[in-house]
């Protein structure tokens, strides 16, 4: 007869497990295109969710992330990009808006408020608290999540529709710290609706049977490496998230995995952009051989620069378009 193990064992017959959850609305977040296209493609290989939440959540058909590799292109981990729309806040008070198509928080998260970059630093808090209820700002009820956080260092600065990412951790000894954001790059977009109800493993990669995260759950996907979603129907992003917007059409938002421009062109065309619709003075900074369009009659080159005197005067020449 084998010795009975209460952790190991065979069960001949069928087992059920139940589980209950409330799923949201429905969205058409992906735009629907005529013809030949190929939007939603996958990477070869998938990888873990180095930042799962850290109880039963659910990501949206939309929501963005990393794929980020090692220097060799090997060892892939998917980090989330958690996105928090803020109603209020007072001293260590923080309201986010709680409507079912938001990401939820958890106490041991860190957050901050969205850097101008994607994988800037900033002023991170841990949450140390979480609790389900509204408040009424200008006579408008908003469900929210009222989080306590561990400092008031971020108060001052949200206002209702701030919108606040996961930072790396705050150490359990601090109540703030400067952090970068979790997120360093955007590369990835959730292909559909997951829902995420078993308790994660926090260690990413653990396989020492020791670690206590070792019998939670991993969660291995594959996220498209590209989208083109209604903005609108999108988890909230903060600017630099939109700044990345490569679509020209008013309300879509597009991403793309093939995005290779160095980031000394990727400079050049920021420039390019600031100075588009400008009529450029002597006193408007540019390099040499540089281009301004302002209208679709009137371009200007960047011909001289003076650096003689206390501050650089620039010439720019009208050129004709025909």
């Not at 959850?21 to 290989?45: C, H, M, R, S």
């Not at 049977?209 to 590209?226: E, M």
């Not at 920021?270 to 009137?298: I, M, R, W």
Request: aromatic share 10%; charged share 20%.
């Amino acid at each position: 007869m084998p010795i009975y193990n209460p952790e190991l064992g065979v069960f001949r017959g069928t087992q059920l497990i139940q589980k209950r959850g409330n799923i949201g609305g429905f969205k058409n977040v992906f735009v629907a295109l005529q013809g030949f296209k190929n939007e939603l493609i996958f990477p070869t290989f998938g990888a873990a969710i180095a930042n799962p939440f850290r109880g039963a959540a659910k990501l949206f058909a939309g929501d963005l992330a990393e794929y980020r590799t090692d220097a060799n292109g090997k060892n892939p981990k998917y980090y989330i990009l958690k996105t928090y729309k803020a109603v209020s806040a007072s001293s260590t008070t923080i309201n986010i808006l709680r409507d079912g198509y938001k990401h939820i928080p958890f106490v041991g998260d860190s957050i901050m408020i969205a850097p101008d970059k994607i994988g800037g630093s900033g002023t991170a808090v841990r949450i140390t608290a979480v609790t389900e209820t509204t408040v009424t700002i200008s006579e408008t009820v908003y469900p929210v999540w009222q989080l306590t956080v561990s400092a008031n260092s971020l108060a001052s600065a949200i206002s209702n529709g701030t919108i606040l990412v996961e930072s790396e951790p705050v150490a359990s000894t601090d109540t703030s710290a400067t952090k970068a954001m979790m997120v360093k790059a955007i590369n990835s977009v959730v292909d559909c609706d997951y829902d995420m109800l078993e308790k994660p493993s926090l260690t990413y990669g653990n396989t020492d049977p020791a670690d206590t995260n070792f019998d939670d759950a991993r969660y291995h996907v594959s996220f498209a490496l590209g989208g083109l979603m209604y903005t609108e129907k999108m988890s909230p992003m903060p600017q630099c998230v939109r700044d990345l917007n490569r679509s020209s059409v008013n309300g879509w938002f597009k991403v793309d995995y093939y995005d290779m421009t160095s980031e000394a062109t990727k400079a050049e065309l920021e420039a390019q952009k600031a100075l588009a619709g400008v009529t450029p003075t002597t006193s408007t900074e540019g390099y040499f051989g540089q281009v301004c369009v302002k209208d679709s009659t009137h371009v200007y080159v960047c011909t001289a620069i003076d650096t003689s005197g206390s501050t650089p005067s620039y010439t720019w020449k009208a050129v004709t378009i025909s």
